[in-house]
């Protein structure tokens, strides 16, 4: 009987990337449970001190980029971190959290009972969007970080970011850095906006629509509108939902946009087709969860939907945990000094446009 053969070296190293993909899904995985741990652990951790505030507030997106960036450096020192770059697999992970957020759209509830938000998301969303991207071209942003500040800035914080960076192809350092800025001006507003609410005598309807349209992430803005009050924080929910309704549309504009106008391609192919190539897929899905979870709500009782769309968010959160982390495990500084100050005091003036505006319309319309 012929003894089995050796195996040959081409056939090693065929197995090698392989091999090597399985660890960096491995690193990703338990940089990930860390995250996790951590952004359930600290506030238990720190509720009853004077750092209960911070811990509370403090959501998943940073411990997870800061362990991905811990782990990049690690895995960058031991020469490692391009051999398993295989399995830091970023845009399904995205692209997966994104789908699931749908789920926590309830489309007949903000056509029920958000009539005033509606408006003040559609104005809002213009007017900061805008003003972001023209003070942007004045200083000579590159267009894809544009649309990404822009985005986070006017809808609703790093997931516009994300969805806006599948919609223009933008670079993870892009992303990374957007993400990074939505977060450094969100937590300081948590306990600012509230405080101002109560300084300027604003009801409770106005303060809470004023937290909902100016804070960028949803968890912050749960956390602002604890802090003001339970009225304050429905309005709130209700603001801030109803502009991650509109996720989609700038999605499709800005595939749109990029498609036919900045980024041309050959005039052998249709228009159509070009925005077809370029319309991040994974919008329909958002889309398409948003719809079977309205259905699904009208059809059982609060109770159990509640509870079926708390385990969606649930999963969701890992998908976007290991998202975050296989940002940080990928990011690379290069592009982010080259950007200098400016997008910084590009997301800052929008960001001080934003907290007029937003009060303004919570004023008129609330």
């Known amino acids: 009987m012929a003894a089995p053969e050796a195996s040959t070296p081409a056939a090693e190293e ?6 090597f993909a399985v660890l960096g899904v491995l690193a990703v995985l338990v ?3 860390v995250a996790r741990w951590l952004s359930t652990g600290v506030p238990k951790w720190t509720k009853g001190t004077g750092l209960e505030g911070i811990g509370a507030a403090v959501e998943f997106p940073i ?13 960058s020192v031991t020469g490692l971190r391009d051999r398993l770059s295989g399995g830091f697999r970023t845009e399904f992970f995205i692209k997966t959290g994104l789908v699931l957020l749908g789920a926590s759209i309830n ?8 009539g005033p938000a509606i408006a003040q998301s559609i104005v809002l969303i213009s007017v900061v969007f805008g003003f972001s991207w023209w003070l942007g071209g004045k200083l000579g942003l590159d267009e894809k970080l544009r649309a990404l500040l822009s985005a986070a800035v006017a809808i609703c914080g790093v997931s516009a970011a994300i969805a806006a960076a599948g919609a223009v192809q933008a670079r993870r350092e892009q992303l990374a850095y957007s993400a990074s800025l939505v977060i450094v001006f969100a937590l300081p507003s948590i306990f600012v906006l509230p405080l101002a609410a109560t300084w300027l005598g604003l009801t409770p309807e106005v303060a809470g629509a004023w937290i909902g349209g100016n804070i960028d992430t949803t968890a912050a803005v749960t956390a602002a509108g ?14 801030k939902v ?3 309704a509109l996720l989609g549309v700038v999605a499709v504009a ?6 036919l106008k900045v980024e041309k391609r050959s005039t052998t192919v249709s228009a159509g087709r070009q925005l077809w190539q370029r319309f991040p897929k994974f919008v329909l899905g958002f889309l398409a969860t948003s719809i079977v979870a309205t259905i699904y709500s009208e059809q059982v009782s609060a109770a159990t939907s509640k509870a ?19 940002i940080g495990l990928e990011f690379r500084a290069g592009a982010l000094k080259q950007a200098g100050w400016r997008p910084v005091g590009v997301f800052a003036a929008a960001t001080a446009v934003n907290l007029v505006a937003a009060l303004g319309l919570a004023l008129l319309l609330f």
Request: aromatic share 12%; glycine share 6%; hydrophobic share 60%.
């Open 14 to 19: 065929s197995r090698s990337p392989v091999l």
């Open 31 to 33: 940089l990930s449970w």
């Open 63 to 75: 411990y997870a980029i800061a362990l991905g960036l811990l782990g990049n450096a690690v895995l």
């Open 107 to 114: 489309l007949a509830v903000i056509v029920r009972a958000a």
């Open 226 to 239: 604890s802090l003001a009050g339970e009225e304050s924080l429905k309005y709130a929910t209700i603001v």
């Open 242 to 244: 109803t502009q991650n």
């Open 254 to 259: 800005l595939t749109a946009y990029f498609a």
């Open 308 to 326: 079926a769309i708390g385990v969606v968010n649930d999963l969701r959160t890992w998908f976007l945990i290991l998202a975050f982390v296989s």
